[in-house]
Nanobody, 123 residues
Framework: QVQLVESGGGLVQAGGSLRLSCAASGRTVSSNTMGWFRQAPGKEREFVAAMPRSSATTYYADSVKGRCTISRDNAKNTVYLQMNSLKPEDTAVYYC????????????????WGQGTQVTVSS
């Protein structure tokens, strides 16, 4: 019943910023571990960031650490991914996902997925 819809993707210059949004319906984002993943052409889906529901710790991939921030607005039932200092290597389709488990970095443990939003970073 949970549906996730990403938005906010687009074309940006290297060094620029972008904020992705993931609107949830069916259940609140506060009751789930929320994660962001990305997939570039010809590559496997990889972890980007996650916010567990039962931990104060947030998780980030080494490739985006220091440049990305995951957050959620419970009133809007939305999770965000703020991306700064974007690089061409960040180009990919970005997906948000939700799980009732607390295994934030592994895609197979996420139950619900959005449709994805394209992020393209020009050099």
């Amino acid at each position: 019943q949970v549906q996730l819809v990403e938005s906010g993707g687009g074309l940006v210059q290297a060094g620029g910023s972008l904020r992705l949004s993931c609107a949830a319906s069916g259940r609140t984002v506060s009751s789930n571990t929320m994660g962001w993943f990305r997939q570039a052409p010809g590559k496997e889906r990889e972890f980007v960031a996650a916010m567990p529901r039962s931990s104060a710790t947030t998780y980030y991939a080494d490739s985006v650490k220091g440049r990305c921030t995951i957050s959620r607005d419970n009133a809007k039932n939305t999770v965000y991914l703020q991306m700064n200092s974007l690089k061409p290597e960040d180009t990919a389709v970005y997906y948000c996902a939700a799980t009732s488990l607390e295994i934030p970095t592994i895609p197979k443990f996420y139950t619900y997925w959005g449709q994805g939003t394209q992020v393209t970073v020009s050099s």
